[in-house]
C-alpha cells in the first residue's frame, strides 16, 4: 500500500463531510491526517507492520479512530466509513471532485442543475457560457473551473517530485541488490530534480544485460510490461508510472548518464558542439572523425572534452548553463548540510501536532543550530490562528523552553497574514516583540492583479517583515498561483530588505526555481523553510534545497545556512 492511497482516502472523506455540513473540527481533522501522512518519510505499511495499531497512533493526528481506519486500509484494502460516504453521493458527482478548482460544494451544485456526471460534461457546459450568468457563475468562476479542468490535464500522468524520489527510492535498493548490477543510476528530471516527473529512468551498467532486464520487469513495484529487449526494458508501475531501463557498457556509462539525464535540449545543444569538431556525440560515447571514441567513459568527459567545466544536472535546461561553464561560472550550489536551522514551523499552538519542545528536539536531532516557530494569526481562523494576547503567552513559552535547552535555540516567530489591503493581522507593537516575522497570503486569492502586487508591497514596506512565506500561493497539481507580478515583488524585497521564502513543502515550492534565480540576479536573499506541521515533517527540507539549486543558488543566498548570531543580524537589518 502507498500512503499516498490512504492519504486520498481522508481528503475525499473530509470533502464528503464538508459537503454534508459536518463538525468543522472532525472534517479538519481528517485534512490534518492527510497531509501528515502525504509528507510521512516512512511508510504506514512497515510502520504497521513493525508496531501495529499502536505505531500508528503516534504518528501525528492519527489518534484511535484514524489508526482503526489505516489498519483496515492495510488489511482489506478498504475504509468503511468512506464506502458509505461515497454510496451517499451519486458517481457522477465524485467525477466532478477530481478538478482542482472544484469544491465539493459548487460540484453539487452542476451536478444537481445540469446533471453532468463527468469531467469532459463539465467542460463543455462551462464552454457553452451557460454557466454565465447564474447567481454566483460569474466570468471569473467560469474562467476559474476552466483553468482547474486544464491543470488537470497537464498535470494528468505526472508525479510530484516528492512523489516520484519515495517512489524510485525501494525500486534503486531492489536493482542494486541483483548481482548482475554493476552501476546504478537513476537519472532523467529526477536526477535534474525537476518539480514534476513524467517517468523514471535506470541506467544500469552490467556484463549481463539479459540478467537485468529479467531482474527489472519481475520487480514486485512492477505491475506490467510494455518492452522487455536485450538491453532496454519498459514497465509500468503499481502506481501508475512509468519506468524505462537501459544497459550499456562500462566504456560508455558517462555518455549515457549524461544523455538520460537530459534535458533534451541541453542534449541537443552538446551534439552540436561536438559537429562542430567533426566529432559524434551519442549515449555510447564521444567520437572523432575516424569513429573512434575518444570519450564518454565518465560524464565528467562529456564536458571537459568541450573545454567546459562540470555542469550540475539541475542546471542542465538551457538557461545559460553553457556560457557560464564556458566561463568557468558554474555556481558552488547549496548543499543540505549547509542548512543549520528552519524558519518556518507550526506547533500545537496554531494547527502543528506538536509541542514546541518536540519541534526543537527533533531539529536538534537533525542537527540544525536554530529553528523559528511561526504559529499562524488569529485571520487564519481554520489553522488555529491566535490572537496576540496568545501570541505574546506562546513567546514566554520559548523563553522558558529556551532557558532549559543546551545551546540550541527556539527563534520567538510568527507568520502573520497579509490582510487584503496589504495591512498585517497583529499591530506593530506586537510584532515588533518577534525575532522572525514571515508574512503571507492566507485568504482572498482571486484578486485582480494589480491589487494583489500592491497588497504584498504593502506588507514588505512594513519594517518588522522578514520574510514573504510562500510568495506565489501555488500548490502544485491543485491550485495555480495568485496573480501577481512577482518581478514587482521581487524588486520590493531588495528595496526593503525582506527576505523570500523557498517553501519546501512538496506540493508548494514556492518560490520556484526560475522565480529564485531572477531573486539572486536581483540581490535578494533567500530562505528555505519546510512549514513543518510534525516533526516527521521537517525532512522535506531536502525538497526546497533541491529547488534552491535549480535556482542556481549558493550557500550564501541562503539565510538560514548562517549561524545564529549572524542570521539575527541579517533580520534585524530593516528594523
Ligand atoms: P519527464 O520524464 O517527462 O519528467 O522528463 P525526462 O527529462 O526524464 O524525459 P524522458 O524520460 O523522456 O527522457 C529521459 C532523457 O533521455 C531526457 O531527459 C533526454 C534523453 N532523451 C530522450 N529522448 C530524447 C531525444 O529525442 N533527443 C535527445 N537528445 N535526448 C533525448
Ligand atoms: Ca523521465
Ligand atoms: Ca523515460
Ligand atoms: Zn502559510
Given at each position: 500500500m502507498e500512503n499516498s492511497e490512504i492519504a486520498k482516502i481522508f481528503w475525499e472523506i473530509s470533502e464528503f463531510l464538508e459537503l454534508k455540513g459536518d463538525n468543522p473540527f472532525k472534517i479538519r481533522a481528517y485534512q490534518k491526517a492527510a497531509r501528515n501522512i502525504e509528507t510521512l518519510s516512512q511508510n504506514l505499511d512497515d510502520i504497521y507492520k513493525r508496531g501495529g495499531i499502536a505505531a500508528l497512533r503516534?504518528?501525528?493526528?492519527?489518534g484511535q479512530d484514524l489508526s482503526e481506519k489505516i489498519e483496515s486500509f492495510i488489511k482489506t484494502g478498504k475504509v468503511d466509513t468512506y464506502d458509505k460516504l461515497r454510496r451517499e453521493f451519486p458517481a457522477g458527482f465524485i467525477n466532478l471532485l477530481?478538478?482542482?478548482?472544484?469544491?465539493p460544494k459548487t460540484a453539487m451544485l452542476l451536478y444537481k442543475k445540469f446533471k453532468v456526471g463527468s469531467v469532459a460534461a463539465l467542460e463543455k457546459l462551462t464552454r457553452s457560457g451557460k454557466?454565465?450568468?447564474?447567481?454566483?457563475?460569474?466570468t471569473k468562476k467560469t474562467e476559474n473551473i476552466l483553468k482547474g479542468i486544464n491543470l488537470k490535464k497537464r498535470v494528468k500522468g505526472r508525479f510530484l517530485l516528492s512523489e516520484a524520489l519515495a517512489y524510485a527510492e525501494p525500486i534503486v535498493a531492489e536493482l542494486e541488490k541483483?548481482?548482475?548490477?554493476?552501476r546504478l543510476l537513476p537519472a532523467g528530471s529526477l536526477r535534474r530534480r525537476q518539480?514534476?516527473?513524467g517517468d523514471l529512468d535506470f541506467l544500469v551498467t552490467s556484463k549481463d544485460p539479459a540478467r537485468v532486464m529479467s531482474g527489472f520487469t519481475s520487480l514486485?513495484?512492477?505491475?506490467?510490461?510494455?518492452v522487455k529487449g536485450g538491453t532496454k526494458a519498459s514497465v509500468i508501475l503499481k502506481n501508475g508510472m512509468q519506468a524505462d531501463l537501459r544497459v550499456v557498457k562500462e566504456k560508455s556509462f558517462g555518455a549515457a548518464a549524461h544523455y538520460f539525464t537530459g534535458s533534451k535540449g541541453h542534449n541537443i545543444h552538446i551534439r552540436q558542439l561536438a559537429q562542430k569538431k567533426g566529432w559524434k556525440v551519442s549515449e555510447y560515447g564521444i567520437f572523432n572523425t575516424a569513429g573512434?571514441?575518444?570519450?564518454?567513459?565518465?560524464?565528467?568527459e562529456m564536458f571537459s572534452k568541450f573545454g567546459l567545466q562540470y555542469i550540475p544536472p539541475?542546471?542542465?535546461?538551457?538557461?545559460?548553463e553553457f556560457e557560464a561553464a564556458a566561463k568557468r561560472e558554474i555556481p558552488e550550489l547549496i548543499e543540505p548540510?549547509?542548512?543549520?536551522?528552519?524558519l518556518q514551523m507550526h506547533s500545537d499552538?496554531?494547527?502543528?501536532?506538536?509541542t514546541i519542545e518536540a519541534m526543537a528536539a527533533a531539529a536538534n536531532k537533525l542537527g540544525y543550530e536554530y529553528i523559528a516557530i511561526t504559529d499562524h494569526t488569529r485571520s487564519t481562523r481554520v489553522a488555529g490562528g491566535q490572537t496576540e494576547k496568545e501570541f505574546l503567552k506562546e513567546l514566554e513559552d520559548i523563553d522558558r523552553i529556551n532557558r532549559k535547552l543546551n545551546g540550541f535555540r527556539v527563534l520567538k516567530g510568527v507568520e502573520v497574514d497579509i490582510l487584503p489591503d496589504g495591512?498585517?493581522?497583529?499591530s506593530d507593537e506586537v510584532l515588533k516583540r518577534a525575532e522572525v516575522v514571515l508574512a503571507a497570503v492566507h485568504?482572498?486569492?482571486?484578486?485582480e492583479k494589480s491589487k494583489m502586487t500592491k497588497r504584498i508591497i504593502r506588507a514588505l514596506e512594513n519594517?518588522?517583515?522578514?520574510l514573504l512565506a510562500h510568495p506565489t500561493g501555488r500548490l502544485i497539481g491543485k491550485r495555480e498561483p495568485y496573480e501577481v507580478d512577482i518581478e514587482a515583488v521581487i524588486q520590493a524585497a531588495k528595496r526593503t530588505g525582506t527576505v523570500l521564502e523557498i517553501n519546501a513543502y512538496p506540493e508548494r515550492l514556492d518560490l520556484s526555481d526560475l522565480h529564485c534565480r531572477r531573486a539572486k540576479e536581483v540581490g535578494v536573499l533567500l530562505a528555505i523553510n519546510?512549514?513543518?506541521?510534525?516533526?516527521?515533517?521537517?525532512?522535506?527540507?531536502k525538497y526546497g534545497v533541491m529547488t534552491a539549486r535549480r535556482g542556481w543558488l549558493?550557500?550564501?543566498?541562503?539565510?538560514?545556512?548562517?549561524?545564529v548570531g549572524k542570521l539575527l543580524k541579517i533580520l534585524a537589518r530593516k528594523r
Open positions: 503516534e504518528l501525528p493526528g492519527i477530481e478538478i482542482p478548482s472544484l469544491g454557466l454565465e450568468g447564474l447567481p454566483g457563475f460569474g541483483l548481482k548482475a548490477v554493476d518539480e514534476t516527473i514486485p513495484q512492477v505491475e506490467r510490461t510494455l573512434k571514441q575518444i570519450g564518454g567513459r565518465t560524464e565528467q539541475e542546471l542542465r535546461e538551457m538557461r545559460g548540510i549547509d542548512i543549520r536551522g528552519d499552538h496554531s494547527d502543528g501536532s506538536s495591512t498585517l493581522d497583529f485568504s482572498n486569492f482571486k484578486m519594517k518588522y517583515v522578514n519546510t512549514d513543518s506541521h510534525s516533526p516527521l515533517q521537517l525532512g522535506t527540507m549558493e550557500k550564501s543566498d541562503v539565510i538560514n545556512t548562517l549561524p
